[in-house]
């Protein structure tokens, strides 16, 4: 069982930056890719990016070059440095854990946990 817990959320304006937390708890924090997820309004949640053991990463289109993933196993943290943030970067943040074996990462169902998500509010 793991239990994740966002923090970092708030109200930007555009082309400020921003940067997310999440603080795991559990067993084998290494062995699970982890990701974020966002929720804007009236819309459905979407992938935003992952990182695997190895530091490997994936990123929505949209946030690449912008958003980078990171992770520290020691500290059982993964964290989203959100630069040049955009109106339409608005939306809840929510953290995500998957337990091997991986299948598509950026497919919302392969996720085992989920963490209650952060508001991320950009002003334009």
């Known amino acids: 069982q793991v239990q994740l817990v966002e923090s970092g959320g708030g109200l930007v304006q555009a082309g400020d930056s921003l940067r997310l937390s999440c603080a795991a708890s559990?067993?084998?924090?290494?062995?699970?890719?982890m990701a974020w997820f966002r929720q804007g309004p009236g819309k459905e949640r979407e992938f935003v990016a992952a990182?695997?053991?190895?530091?490997?990463?994936y990123y929505k289109d949209s946030v690449k070059g912008r958003f980078t993933i990171a992770r520290d196993n020691v500290k059982r943290m993964v964290v989203l440095q959100m630069n040049s943030l955009k109106a339409e970067d608005t939306a809840v943040y929510y953290c995500a854990a998957d337990a091997p074996p991986f299948g598509v990462l950026t497919d919302i169902g392969e996720y085992d946990y989920w963490g209650q998500g952060t508001q991320v509010t950009v002003s334009s």
């Open positions: 990182i695997r053991w190895k530091d490997i990463t």
């Open positions: 559990g067993r084998a924090f290494h062995n699970y890719a």
